[in-house]
């Protein structure tokens, strides 16, 4: 058994209206009565609410109204006691823990809020609570309503069907396995977590490796390239090395050839462009005395006349000079036309040999279809090398889920489990008189359904059912204990005989550390009233809650006359 969790005061109030509840709680049975809708369900349902469980909300929508102000105290064992102190004002929780100052959540009214999730992950460590549900494909920390689930019969489904006090929980993925799972001890939620990711990833990579091994072992072209790969491989090599030399030579001949061609087009270009000078200057612009436009007159000074006769001189020399080197690259036509041969020839030795290669053969295959397969065998290589990866990682994780239990090992366990289940339930069911059921699966914990009974049958089922869960849940070393709280413990119509029987049974059936609280309707006029129960099963022993005075109707609040301002102070003071 981990952490236990004892309540000691709940105290409720409401500055606007001028009403408060106040009650202290024993370590042992407490017995919460009152004229039916007085507000039993109610005080209940608000200490709930004021851990955070926004389920109860809808439920206490009229007591909300009136802007009530929620505090509880209590004392956690871990094993040394520490008190902790939970003040709730609609969507803020402030707690204090020992001496420390209060952590304050503001926003938690949502259960997906980021400041509700800050909520349920500090109460859940400080509650010693590692349970991890599914939610959206993912593992996170389970809700509050989780935490308090197994100590928990609500008067209105509670008693109808086993775990279902809290909604939404059904929606939750693989929530009866997990949940039972992690308060058995059968799994831990971090071996859980891991277990499933590595699985997960087990399965992805298996089936990654069967597409992968399919592919190469049905493909013909990649057995092919690797049988023929290497004979092709030295007939290239042999290729390779003649056809860099001829082709490298055949690049040097090209390249001369363009540089005579460009000469010889660079001087032709230059001579008619000075061909055309000459003819301009040939103009003696000098003897001309009117511009042949305007009809001025023109003057002449010697600089000009200096300037244009030396450009005529100079054209003339450059014409000449030009006239002489293109007859000496003419002159040179032997030489070009040498490259020109040069050229064809080792042109026609590089185009043989490529389409000889081409030609080339081995078991009928080409060079040009070995190419291709060239790049299924980079493929096929590929292949290997990621089956390999893929191999040695299926390997790692198959060592890594070693550590944990495997399958079949959780399914022992669970049986295990089940049947020592039923060896209590049966014992249970028997001392309250319940007729016992034909079918094994009604007392196996993972296999039961709904149990097929009504009325006081289908509650004492019940009752016995969750005693002797909370029983054996105990027994697992780390789950926390919370006090078992029973709502309308005689929902029904209930003889007087089954009512003596389901307290009589709760007494025999009490632990010493575990805080006990029961709600029943009595009244002023009741025959049987708490205080006579309390007599005649629990020597007096029990707390008496009593909810009004037994006459009123929504009747948990009361008038409040000024008996409680320091506490309130104190309380506001947590809250601030």
Not at 282 to 305: F, M, W
């Amino acid at each position: 058994m981990g952490i236990s969790v004892e309540y000691n005061k709940f105290f409720a109030y409401s500055g606007k209206e001028g009403k408060y509840f106040d009650s202290t709680f024993s370590k042992g049975i407490n017995i919460v009565h009152g004229k039916n809708t007085s507000g039993k369900s109610t005080f209940i349902q608000a200490l709930h609410y004021t851990f955070g469980i926004n389920d109860e909300k809808r439920k206490l929508a009229d007591l909300l109204t009136e802007s009530v102000i929620f505090r509880l105290d209590l004392t956690i064992h871990n094993p040394a006691p520490t008190s902790v102190s939970i003040v709730r004002d609609d969507e803020i929780i402030s707690i204090k823990v020992g001496e420390q100052q209060p952590l304050k959540f503001i926003g938690i009214g949502g259960n997906n809020s980021r400041e509700h999730v800050k909520l349920k992950v500090f109460l859940s460590e400080l509650f010693g609570f590692n349970l991890q549900l599914e939610y959206d494909n993912e593992y996170k920390p389970a809700s509050l309503e989780a935490m308090f689930l197994p100590y928990y019969i609500a008067q209105d489904v509670g008693w109808v069907y086993r775990h279902k006090s809290f909604r939404g929980l059904d929606f939750v993925k693989n929530f009866k396995n997990d949940f039972f799972d992690y308060f058995l001890g059968i799994t831990n939620n971090y071996d859980r977590l891991e277990k499933t990711r590595l699985d997960r990833e087990k399965k992805d990579l298996e089936a990654e490796s069967r597409l992968l091994h399919k592919i190469e072992q049905n493909s013909k072209k990649f057995k092919l390239a690797k049988m023929k790969d290497e004979a092709f491989t030295a007939k290239t090599n042999e290729y390779i090395e003649p056809y860099k030399e001829n082709k490298s030579e055949l690049i040097r001949l090209e390249k001369e050839y363009l540089s005579i061609c460009n000469k010889i087009t660079l001087l032709e270009e230059s001579r008619k462009t000075l061909l055309r000078v000459r003819r301009n200057l040939k103009t003696n612009i000098l003897a001309t005395e009117k511009c042949p436009t305007c009809s001025h007159t023109l003057s002449h000074s010697v600089e000009d006349t200096y300037n244009f006769l030396q450009d005529k001189n100079d054209t003339e020399k450059q014409i000449k000079e030009l006239n002489k080197n293109i007859k000496a690259l003419k002159d040179s036509q032997g030489k070009l036309n040498s490259i020109i041969n040069d050229i064809d020839e080792k042109r026609q030795v590089v185009e043989q040999d490529y389409y000889e290669l081409l030609e080339y053969k081995v078991d009928d295959v080409t060079l040009d279809s070995w190419l291709k397969n060239k790049v299924n065998v980079e493929v096929s290589g590929e292949l290997n090398s990621k089956l390999g990866e893929i191999t040695s990682r299926i390997l790692d994780i198959e060592e890594e889920l070693s550590k944990f239990k495997t399958d079949e090992a959780v399914k022992k366990e669970r049986r295990n489990a089940s049947y020592s289940f039923k060896s209590t339930f049966e014992k249970y069911a028997s001392e309250l008189q319940v007729k016992p059921f034909e079918d094994d699966r009604f007392y196996l914990l993972y296999d039961i359904p709904a149990f097929p009974r009504q009325g006081v049958e289908l509650l004492k089922t019940l009752l016995a059912y969750n005693f002797t869960f909370v029983e054996t849940i105990k027994k697992t070393e780390y789950v926390h204990v919370l006090p078992f709280v029973l709502d309308a413990i005689f929902e029904g119509d209930f003889e007087d005989e089954s009512k003596d029987e389901i307290l009589q049974f709760i007494r025999n059936h009490i632990s010493s550390d575990q805080q006990f609280i029961f709600s029943i309707a009595d009244s002023k006029s009741n025959a049987n009233s708490a205080t006579s129960y309390n007599e005649k099963h629990f020597e007096n022993n029990a707390k008496l809650i009593c909810i009004g005075d037994n006459s009123k109707q929504r009747s948990f609040l009361t008038e409040y006359h000024g008996q409680n301002d320091e506490y309130i102070n104190e309380t506001l003071d947590i809250l601030s």
